[in-house]
């Protein structure tokens, strides 16, 4: 098994994120029910050693924050990159950065244990 490593938290949820139902996820709708200080929306205003339960999870993965906020969009990028991969391999491992080849491997491990837990 390979070491969890912190850098790789952001991806992580973004990979169970993207799997979820992001219905109730809109920004417009949010802001307007009032619940972006509920969800601590990182577009809002912070208020500094504010803590709580988490505001999302699935599969392991959790947010503390908004999860359309804390995601970034490196996180993304190499969502989309690894998910082109395993359709099509289109790349070598030995020509990817360290830093695209551990992402793909965190993500590779997130797949196959939803697929373990017969998640989507």
């Known amino acids: 098994m390979l070491p969890e490593r912190r850098r790789t938290k952001k991806l992580i949820v973004a990979f169970h994120f993207q799997r979820s139902n992001q219905a109730g996820w809109k920004c417009d709708a949010c802001r307007k029910s009032g619940l972006a200080q509920q969800r601590r929306c990182g577009w809002g205003e912070r208020r500094p ?6 505001v999302w999870s699935r599969g392991g993965a959790a947010a ?9 969009g490196e996180s993304l990028t190499l969502l989309e990159e690894f998910q082109a991969w395993k359709l099509g391999g289109i790349r070598d491992w030995y020509k990817m950065p360290a830093r695209t080849v551990d992402g793909f491997l965190a993500l590779e ?10 998640d989507r």
Do not use: N, V
């Open 109 to 118: 491990l997130e797949l196959r244990r939803e697929m373990e837990r017969g």
């Open 49 to 54: 050693g504010e803590h709580g339960p988490p």
């Open 64 to 72: 503390w924050e908004c999860p359309k906020t804390f995601i970034t």
